[in-house]
């Protein structure tokens, strides 16, 4: 069955940059982008950009433009997506989610379990 | 950007009951309006897509339905499995936008 498994919970110093993994399995990874979502304590949910399965094309949300990457490794089929500058605000749950057809416009019908991001000094 | 109105915010309701929430984009979307429920230390999961389409494996008392700039979710009978926040979200153009989410809670 598709899943979606995340790395582990990550503490980080304000300043500092965290890599988050999201492995893919279960379906053919190039034929999917993977969608990065964000979740701040109880706040609602924030796009942040996507990737695409197929070519490694990628569209940021502006608001993380110049501070976030994302990249593909499709030999593990796994995503990552790096944070840098981290302040107290980016504490959240990230979580990778795949979109059910070939673009980013799309639902996505896949989530991975989220990873916990703390940033404090 | 797309601005996605969620409302109610949240709302209190019984088994059993009917239950509707209303998104509004800020801008025309066509059917590019998907639903997600979210229940606590849980990611979201999938509802309906393409604003009336429900996901394999939903229950049936769930239905969406709108165009344009108006959309609505119904929980026809509410189960106690049901409560939980939902949200709203348009893959109509980027940046990708999500509603501000709408708690249901047990009366």
């Known amino acids: 069955q598709v899943q979606l498994v995340q790395s582990g919970a990550e503490v980080k110093k304000p300043g500092a940059s965290v890599k988050v993994s999201c492995k893919a399995s279960?379906?053919?990874?190039?034929?999917?982008?993977i969608t990065w979502v964000r979740q701040a304590p109880g706040q609602g949910l924030e796009w942040m950009g996507w990737?695409?399965?197929?070519?490694?094309?990628?569209d940021y949300a502006q608001k993380f433009q110049g501070r976030v990457t994302m990249t593909t490794d499709t030999s593990t089929s796994t995503a990552y997506m790096e944070l840098r500058s981290l302040r107290s605000d980016d504490t959240a749950v990230y979580y990778c989610a795949r979109p059910r057809g070939l673009t980013i416009f799309e639902s996505f019908d896949q989530w991975g379990q989220g990873t916990l991001v703390i940033v404090s000094s | 950007d797309i601005q996605m109105t969620q409302s109610p915010s949240s709302l209190s309701a019984s088994v059993g009951d009917r239950v509707t929430i209303t998104c509004r984009p800020s801008?025309?979307?066509?059917?590019?309006l998907n639903w997600y429920q979210q229940k606590p230390g849980k990611a979201p999961n999938l509802l309906i897509f393409?604003?009336?389409t429900l996901e394999s494996g939903v229950p049936s008392r769930f239905s969406g339905s709108g165009s344009g700039t108006d959309f609505t979710l119904t929980i026809s009978s509410l189960q106690p499995e049901d409560f939980a926040t939902y949200y709203c979200?348009?893959?109509?153009?980027?940046?990708?936008?999500f509603g501000g989410g709408t708690k249901v809670e047990i009366k």
């Open positions: 801008q025309r979307i066509s059917n590019y």
């Open positions: 279960g379906y053919t990874f190039a034929t999917h982008g």
């Open positions: 979200q348009q893959s109509y153009s980027m940046p990708l936008t």
């Open positions: 393409a604003a009336s």
């Open positions: 990737i695409s399965g197929y070519n490694g094309n990628t």
